[in-house]
């Protein structure tokens, strides 16, 4: 599996962040490369959402009340363990969030 993070902000900004386990994790924008959070395993570390927060320079930019969706996609090398330190990762950091699994089927809209 991979992530997808929407950060609550204000409307002028689109925060949304790709987290891809390319055999590392990888923090991504579109097709680019924002950041390696760890070279040396493929885990997905405590840390991670600070590191992203201050390279991207985003905490004066995300919404007050620090909240955010994770969107979780079936396909990719991520696994449940890495989601629950994600979780786990942005609870550290203050954020209150929801997840969305986008293989379920959605509640609105055409997708079927």
Same mark, same amino acid.
């Given at each position: 599996?991979?992530?997808? #993070?929407?950060?609550?902000?204000?409307?002028?900004?689109?925060?949304?962040?790709?987290?891809?386990? #390319? !055999?590392?994790?990888?923090?991504?924008?579109?097709?680019?490369?924002? +950041? $390696?959070? %760890?070279?040396?395993?493929?885990?997905?570390?405590?840390?991670?959402?600070?590191? =992203?927060?201050?390279?991207?320079? #985003?905490?004066k +930019? #995300? !919404?007050?009340?620090?909240?955010? /969706?994770? /969107?979780?996609?079936?396909?990719? %090398?991520?696994?449940?363990?890495d989601?629950?330190? =994600?979780?786990?990762? =942005?609870?550290?950091?203050?954020?209150?969030f929801?997840? /969305?699994?986008?293989?379920?089927?959605? $509640? !609105?809209?055409? =997708?079927?």
């Amino acid at each position: 599996m991979h992530f997808t #993070i929407i950060f609550k902000s204000h409307q002028s900004y689109d925060l949304s962040y790709g987290l891809v386990f #390319i !055999s590392c994790p990888v923090f991504i924008e579109g097709k680019r490369e924002i +950041i $390696n959070l %760890n070279y040396e395993t493929p885990e997905y570390k405590l840390g991670s959402i600070k590191k =992203l927060i201050d390279l991207e320079d #985003i905490s004066k +930019i #995300i !919404s007050e009340g620090k909240e955010c /969706v994770i /969107v979780v996609h079936p396909e990719g %090398n991520g696994t449940d363990e890495d989601l629950k330190m =994600l979780e786990r990762d =942005l609870k550290r950091e203050g954020f209150k969030f929801g997840s /969305v699994w986008f293989n379920e089927k959605p $509640n !609105s809209g055409d =997708l079927k």
